[in-house]
């Protein structure tokens, strides 16, 4: 059977209950219980069973895989949020500050350790070696070998991706090439990993993994540029967020690294002051700079910078050599994360 | 052959260069560099290879796994220094005072990624996967499991004893008992975990790993409380930390834990004073607290403490099924370890 995109939500939800024990300290394990219960869309691990499900039913069998990432993800959340010096995450209180920061750090590294036992071990912290464990075989243990590569690959890429992003804070010659490569190392990477994951524990052959891992490539780099485009267009009601904060913060995005290239001579004098202003109205700032960005129309531009990625992501996709209804829920799972109808 | 613990030195400083290479970006890949060349006594490795040694000759073949045990310990260090707000490590200013805390929490989480890397493709983040790898065979896939599993579980423990140590901070009811287990997990799991991984990856009978483990358990505490006694009894010139730290942040050690039990009430009060104190002379609280100590007879106590570790550590370490020749080098380290003649 083929599950759909809540199906395997339903079923990594169960997953991450369970995997929430009592373990002692509780200094240490019950922020990990409150990172993990703070919900969000399990992208990773759905995606993870997506590609899994193309191949092979007994999807429970790669669920502490698939637990595996979300973990490693909710891991580099708490530590993102203690870099940025975040407030809230996901509505609720950051773990830094319903705790403190050495505790989001320790409770982080325990937390990675943990992923990293999720994968090779298939157990979290306290439950005895799952039956999945046991069950795994020979051929299955070249798959197992594999996906961690891909999986340590993607993590230390994450972190470069990261370190890339503050680094660009403190520069002004950030080009589109270099922030492409920011947020595919960022967040592309481990969409990509979650599929290629995947395949390899099904046992796919290599060009579909391969195949898999682009079409996360691009589908990741479509989103973001998405989520760039409506933190400047979007409709604060539906985008959950401010809408500006990328402007007020000088962030270097595809949008504001064109402008930069686009915009005559007066509109780069306006923009440059604005960059450069450290005391302003915040909501001046954010009409002034939309104004510029309108005048150069980089929302189109943008647009169909995610028009293509989005459409290279879904043919790349349809290079998977099975029968295109097996795709289908994949099809479906990118059309949904880009907010439109498939 | 039989390497003397200078020789494993030598080996294992010659591959923490090796893999030292130049990735990108370097802002994250810098401070690790810099972490690794502190320099230090590459304890765990060493272990391991003393561990292995006894059983098989090709160190050179497990070499990426002692790294990795390396690298791990050092990412320990860069955290807890982030944690505890230090200066300095090893005579140098600390990762975070060098960069920030950001790159200390960052190039931290890149460093056990690069050691969970070693461990399981035996390469690091840049070289291409190493003879080793390819070297592999079935027999050593068991071993390579047996010993990760070690890794992930003593890692974990590391974190619960540091978050121990965290929380006893806050507590004036420390027993002796849970300080034996906060350094037991904060200091001797590493060690032991060094010693079992290396007898693992040897393919040496479980029942000798097991020995070689809690050999290194002992050892550890004995060490600990060494480094505790010399806090306060040591000889500055040759301890290389100030006197008196444990004194003036009125750390839980086993002597203030003791010397509170044995004290008469009339010491206690003296004692409680001290503790409770937010402003004082560093030099009269260490000394009036010495002063107690010296009356209940602390050190003679804490050196009995160590003297039994030391020999439990030793007879366990005896109980290894092979010819006792193949244990000396691990009998002479041990002894230099705690600064004695063997």
């Known amino acids: ?31 990990i219980r409150y990172a993990l219960s703070l919900g969000g869309k399990r992208i990773r691990p759905v995606l993870m069973l997506h590609a899994y499900n193309i191949y092979k039913e007994d999807v429970d069998r790669i669920m502490s895989c698939a637990i595996a990432l979300e973990t490693y993800h909710n891991f580099t959340l708490l530590h993102d949020d203690v870099m940025d010096r975040a407030e809230v995450r996901r509505g609720r209180p950051c773990v830094h500050k319903v705790w403190d920061e050495n505790t989001a750090i320790l409770s982080g590294d325990a937390m990675l350790i943990l992923a990293y036992r999720l994968l090779t071990e298939g157990r979290t912290a306290d439950a005895e070696p799952s039956l999945l464990a046991d069950a795994v075989g020979e051929s299955d243990a070249v798959g197992r070998a594999r996906a961690l590569q891909t999986f340590t690959l993607a993590t230390l890429g994450v972190c470069e ?33 979650a599929l290629k994951m995947g395949a390899e524990l099904a046992g796919a052959p290599a060009a ?68 450069q202003q450290t ?26 910078k995610i028009e293509q990625l989005f459409a290279e992501s879904l043919r790349v996709l349809r290079a998977v050599d099975v029968p295109s209804e097996r795709l289908q829920p994949l099809v479906d799972f990118a059309y949904r994360l880009m907010g439109r109808q498939s």
């Not at 339903?10 to 369970?18: G, L, P, R």
């Not at 760039?228 to 007020?248: C, M, N, S, T, W």
């Not at 995005?253 to 440059?272: C, D, G, P």
Request: aromatic share 8%; charged share 30%.
């Open 208 to 275: 579909d993994a391969e195949h898999l891992y682009e079409f996360g490539e691009k589908m990741g780099l479509a989103f973001q540029l998405q989520d760039d485009l409506l933190d400047v267009y979007g409709d604060p009601a539906v985008f959950g967020k401010k809408i500006g904060g990328d402007i007020l913060c000088n962030k270097k995005t595809f949008m504001l690294i064109n402008v930069l290239q686009l915009a005559n001579e007066q509109q780069r004098a306006v923009l440059t002051r604005w960059l």
């Open 1 to 31: 059977m083929q599950y759909t995109q809540s199906q395997l939500l339903e079923k990594v939800s169960a997953a991450i209950e369970q995997m929430v024990c009592n373990p002692q300290p509780d200094g240490l394990y019950a922020p």
């Open 279 to 304: 005391d302003f109205d915040a909501e001046e700032k954010i009409r002034a700079v939309r104004e510029i960005y309108d005048a150069v129309n980089i929302r189109q531009m943008c647009e169909q």
């Open 161 to 193: 991706g990261q370190q890339y992003d503050v680094e660009f804070e403190r520069r002004d010659d950030v080009s589109e090439a270099e922030y492409m490569e920011m947020i595919r190392l960022k967040t592309s990477l481990l969409l990509a990993c």
